[in-house]
């Protein structure tokens, strides 16, 4: 069985920086491509970042773009996110999740496996 387990939320000041980490057992790590999602209060969780199975090709919502940066290590069947100049709307609880099919990267559906999710606060 696949398991995902995140680490690395807290709460930071705007323009700070965090990274999370994202743990990954049960299966060849490799062979997934892995994405972190986010859900703020009230609203849906919406994609944030996806890396492709080799690490070679990254992808990022608009909004995180330049700020913030998903790297994988396969050795250590862990991949992460590195976020820097927090917004106050970068607030959310974070998903790791490791993708199931050929689907868009940015789709949910197109993930099978979850981790319980880390949050992070970022205050004005």
């Known amino acids: 069985q696949v398991q995902l387990v995140e680490s690395g939320g807290g709460l930071v000041q705007a323009g700070g920086s965090l990274k999370l980490s994202c743990a990954v057992s049960?299966?060849?790590?490799?062979?997934?491509?892995m994405g972190w999602f986010r859900q703020a209060p009230g609203k849906e969780r919406q994609f944030v970042a996806a890396i492709s199975g080799t690490g070679g090709y990254t992808y990022y919502t608009d909004s995180v773009k330049g700020r913030f940066t998903v790297t994988r290590d396969n050795a250590k069947n862990t991949f992460y996110l590195q976020m820097n100049s927090l917004k106050p709307d970068d607030t959310a609880v974070y998903y790791c999740a490791a993708q199931i099919n050929s689907g868009a990267y940015s789709y949910q559906g197109s993930y099978g496996y979850w981790g319980q999710g880390t949050q992070v606060t970022v205050s004005s």
């Open positions: 049960g299966r060849t790590f490799s062979s997934f491509a």
